[in-house]
């Protein structure tokens, strides 16, 4: 799926997108809004994003698993030589310990994300502080032209600043600021 972010001046604004996106057959699963207003969205009703969507969790998570798989190799090779739970023990052993290992780096990660800002979100701190309403809208690639059109049509106070994805790349470093 695609994410589209447009990011508009006002509440009423928002309320107003989030209306038309409903009505457009967009659920509250694929729309949501990141604002320091956290409280005038739950009055509107608005879908407000989560701490998974305002933090970097996934894609730091995934960052920590490849660095601790690639940690584990060492010790796992290291028991596979020195057998010291003896030599007729299971290979899944050795399976689990580079697995614990991996996980332990994945769980790292994800603690770090939690205190990191989404990465795509990141670029926008100084609007959202300034009040503005970042909206990230999820499309399948059948809808995106129709919510494209739908928003300059409707909504030409809202700026498209960016067409991104759903899926989290951990290699993903440089975002552009405009779509």
């Given at each position: 799926?695609?994410?589209?972010?447009?990011?508009?001046?006002?509440?009423?604004?928002?309320?107003?997108?989030?209306?038309?996106?409903?009505?457009?057959?967009?659920?509250?699963w694929?729309?949501?809004?990141?604002?320091?207003?956290?409280?005038?969205?739950?009055?509107?009703?608005i879908?407000?994003?989560?701490?998974?969507?305002?933090?970097?969790?996934?894609?730091?998570?995934?960052?920590?698993?490849?660095?601790?798989?690639?940690?584990?190799?060492?010790?796992?090779?290291?028991?596979?030589?020195?057998?010291?739970?003896?030599?007729?023990?299971?290979?899944?052993?050795?399976v689990?310990?580079?697995?614990?290992?991996t996980?332990?780096?994945?769980?790292?990660?994800?603690?770090?994300?939690?205190?990191?800002?989404n990465?795509?979100?990141?670029?926008?701190?100084?609007?959202?502080?300034?009040?503005?309403?970042?909206?990230?809208?999820?499309?399948?690639r059948?809808?995106?032209e129709?919510?494209?059109?739908?928003?300059?049509?409707?909504?030409?106070?809202?700026?498209?600043?960016?067409v991104?994805?759903t899926?989290?790349?951990?290699?993903?470093?440089?975002?552009?600021?405009?779509?």
């Open positions: 799926m695609k994410r589209l972010y447009y990011l508009t001046g006002n509440l009423d604004s928002t309320e107003q997108i989030s209306n038309d996106m409903h009505q457009a057959g967009i659920t509250d694929h729309f949501h809004v990141v604002s320091k207003d956290e409280a005038g969205l739950y009055r509107r009703h879908h407000a994003a989560n701490l998974i969507q305002k933090h970097d969790v996934i894609r730091s998570g995934e960052r920590g698993a490849m660095i601790g798989g690639i940690v584990a190799l060492a010790p796992t090779a290291y028991f596979m030589a020195a057998e010291p739970f003896g030599p007729d023990v299971s290979g899944l052993v050795y689990a310990i580079f697995g614990c290992i996980l332990f780096g994945a769980w790292v990660g994800g603690l770090a994300g939690l205190a990191t800002e990465h795509a979100i990141a670029q926008y701190h100084d609007d959202i502080d300034a009040g503005k309403y970042l909206i990230m809208i999820d499309v399948r059948d809808q995106e129709h919510v494209r059109l739908l928003m300059e049509k409707k909504h030409p106070e809202a700026k498209l600043m960016r991104g994805s899926v989290v790349n951990p290699f993903e470093f440089v975002k552009t600021k405009h779509a």
